[in-house]
Each structure stands twice: as structure tokens, then as C-alpha cells.
């Protein structure tokens, strides 16, 4: 069956220190895989994606993250917290050939002190 | 902002009332969903269209009735609802039915049941 892990519901770190956020994934094919954001009471914004090209894979506002196929894992990562990071992060996986069924893993919590 | 907008942003209404949440996108995409998110939750897929066409039902209930009025427009119709069905309904667009392409979200609606 396909499904997403996400290791942990919540992290903190301290601004200015890097983030880590992990996800593993099951699937029986080649799989296509993003990562969103959330934000207090707003809808999910797309950080990046990966779709068999590049393994490492930069997003938007300094997030990157690396498809390792061996691990079945695709954590996130960013080298320097800010405060506007907080949120809610979410790894996702397409889960059939037709495209349109996300799987969502069930979140982590991404908390950043001063 | 969103490329995704949905409307209106909050919606209180009583069980025996009868409402409808609109979503609208204007990037040519042709597949469009609902979602239902409960709070610390991951969304939860609820409807897919493709070209207009209900494509999936994930089992729900039928006091929820989804129409795809043109490509750039998704509603739902709400009837009879019970107080679980308070939560966020977010709508999302995608370029094709199929592929690997990203879902792109709206901001949502924050529904309640009194």
C-alpha cells in the first residue's frame, strides 16, 4: 500500500539554527512527491516538488529537499530558521498513475523560538 | 494571495440551512477538488473533477453535492449538515486530470455547525 510518513508531529528549533523535517514514503512505482506549507487558518502553498528529474530539489524561501530512493525518503531541509516559518508542513505523495489522488502524510509541526 | 479563491472566507450556519461554497480559478487548469481539513488533521479529499466531469466521490455524504458550473468555477452545496461537519473546506486546481502535476490550494472556508 502507498502511504507517507512523517517521522515527527512537532519540531522547534531556534531561529537561525537549520531545519529538519522528515518523510518517508511507500510506493510500488517511481512516485511523485511534494512538500506544502501551512500557515495559521490559510490554505497549503506549494514548497517544492519532485517528478524523477533531479534528486535534490530546491523550493521557495530557502527550503530544499533530497529524493533518496534506496531510503524511500524525502526530508526537508532548510540551513537557517526565521521566525516566519512556523507553520504546519506537509509531504505528500501522488498515489496512482492517473495523477489525481494525493496522499498527505499527517503533518509536522514546525515551531521556531527567538 | 491565492490564484485559488474561495468564498467566503467563514460561513456559521444552522443544521436545517442550506449554503454553498464557491471556488474559483482563472490559470486554465482542468481538474479541481474539495477538501475537508479538521483541525491538526491533513486535508481529506472529498470530490475530484476533471474537465468538469466528477470523476471521484470519495464516499460522502450526500448533504454535500458538489457542481462544476465551467472550468473556472467549483461549488458545494451544503444541506442538512451536522456539527462534525465543521472544519476548513479547502478547494484545490490542478493543470491536468492526470500526470504528476502539483495542487495548487485556495485559502479555504472555515465552516460551522451550530
Known amino acids: 500500500a502507498q502511504s507517507v510518513t512523517q517521522l515527527d508531529s512537532h519540531v522547534s528549533v531556534s531561529e537561525g539554527t537549520p531545519v529538519l523535517l522528515r518523510c518517508n514514503y511507500s510506493?510500488?512505482?517511481?512516485?511523485?512527491l511534494f512538500w506544502y506549507v501551512q500557515h495559521p487558518n490559510k490554505g497549503l502553498q506549494l514548497l517544492l516538488k519532485?517528478?524523477?528529474?533531479?534528486?535534490l530539489v530546491k523550493g521557495i524561501n530557502g527550503f530544499e529537499a533530497e529524493f533518496k530512493k534506496s531510503e524511500t525518503s524525502f526530508h526537508l531541509t532548510k540551513p537557517s530558521a526565521h521566525m516566519s516559518d512556523a507553520a504546519e508542513y506537509f509531504c505528500?505523495?501522488?498515489?496512482?498513475?492517473?495523477?489525481?489522488?494525493?496522499?498527505f502524510g499527517p503533518g509536522t509541526r514546525l515551531s521556531v523560538l527567538p | 494571495d491565492t490564484e485559488v479563491t474561495q468564498t467566503p472566507k467563514h460561513l456559521v450556519m444552522g443544521m436545517t440551512n442550506k449554503k454553498s461554497l464557491k471556488c474559483e480559478q482563472h490559470?486554465?487548469?482542468?481538474?479541481m477538488y474539495w477538501y475537508k481539513q479538521k483541525a491538526k488533521k491533513p486535508p481529506e479529499l472529498m470530490f475530484v473533477?476533471?474537465?468538469?466531469?466528477?470523476?471521484i466521490n470519495e464516499s460522502v455524504p450526500s448533504r454535500f453535492s458538489p457542481e462544476c458550473p465551467n472550468s473556472s468555477l467549483l461549488n458545494l452545496h451544503l444541506h442538512a449538515l451536522q456539527p462534525e461537519d465543521s472544519a476548513l473546506y479547502l478547494c484545490?486546481?490542478?493543470?491536468?486530470?492526470?500526470?504528476?502535476?502539483?495542487?495548487?490550494f485556495g485559502d479555504g472556508t472555515r465552516l460551522s455547525i451550530l
Open positions: 484545490a486546481s490542478s493543470q491536468n486530470a492526470g500526470g504528476n502535476q502539483p495542487q495548487h
Open positions: 510506493s510500488s512505482y517511481s512516485p511523485s
Open positions: 519532485y517528478t524523477s528529474a533531479a534528486t
Open positions: 505528500v505523495v501522488i498515489l496512482d498513475n492517473y495523477g489525481q489522488n494525493f496522499v
Open positions: 490559470m486554465g487548469h482542468r481538474a
Open positions: 473533477y476533471s474537465y468538469e466531469k466528477l470523476s
